[in-house]
């Protein structure tokens, strides 16, 4: 777990050196970087490219639209771009025009994760200037509607602009400030846990006194 603990602490001390090296890694093609890493993918990725990037979102750009990378990972580099928005680094219509750029692309119109994280990206940035395009993906079944649905984009629009946006403070979108923090509940920063011995009952026979100081046989007593 050494290089998972590694990435989030050049992430903490925003080690720039690090920003190609981490994309580099994730650009890896179908899911070896997910095999390597496990759940940081879909819950640290994001945030530790928002935090190693320093303002240059241009390797972040690189990974979101490369369709040999996985899902998952173009997902975290969309998500990221939020973190940028949340932390201030960022203005919100950048991010949104970006959005709105991958929509209007030529990047493969299937379904996939990476379509159902830009509806999710867009809607938690409040979507009211490319609510267009995002109907126009549901319309063509781009977006699994059981990670994100139509209903609940419009839901958030009703809203309002100033209470989605202030969402953007809780903790999913914020940058890595605290490593012991983020991984001491993992199961492998635990120190062991010591099993006790099993310990095997003497077999009472029918004819014995009852361990429980009757004085009758077993069989009589407790044994029935």
């Known amino acids: 777990m050494a290089h998972i603990y590694a990435m989030l602490l050049l992430a903490q001390f925003r080690e720039k050196r690090a920003y190609p090296l981490v994309v580099d890694f994730f650009s890896a093609p179908g899911d070896i970087s997910l095999e390597a890493t496990g759940d940081v993918v879909t819950e640290y990725l994001s945030r530790i490219l928002a935090s190693v990037c320093c303002g240059d979102v241009s390797l972040i750009r690189q990974l979101a639209e490369n369709e040999e990378a996985d899902e998952f990972v173009r997902n975290a580099a969309l998500e990221s771009l939020v973190c940028l928005v949340a932390t201030g680094q960022m203005p919100r219509e950048e991010v949104l025009a970006y959005y709105k750029s991958l929509f209007e692309s030529d990047l493969s119109k299937e379904p996939s994760h990476f379509w159902d994280g830009l509806a999710s990206c867009c809607t938690d940035l409040y979507p009211e200037e490319i609510y267009p395009q995002i109907k126009q993906a549901f319309e063509e079944d781009l977006i699994d509607e059981w990670v994100i649905d139509l209903d609940f984009v419009d839901e958030q629009l009703a809203l309002g602009r100033e209470e989605v946006l202030a969402r953007l403070q809780d903790d999913r979108y914020k940058l890595i400030e605290d490593t012991i923090g983020e991984l001491e509940s993992w199961a492998c920063f635990q120190p062991p846990?010591?099993?006790?011995?099993?310990?095997?009952?003497?077999?009472?026979?029918?004819?014995?006194?009852?361990?429980?100081?009757?004085?009758?046989?077993?069989?009589?007593?407790?044994?029935?």
């Open 193 to 224: 846990i010591r099993q006790q011995p099993i310990v095997k009952k003497k077999k009472i026979g029918r004819n014995e006194p009852c361990p429980c100081g009757s004085g009758k046989k077993f069989k009589k007593c407790c044994g029935t």
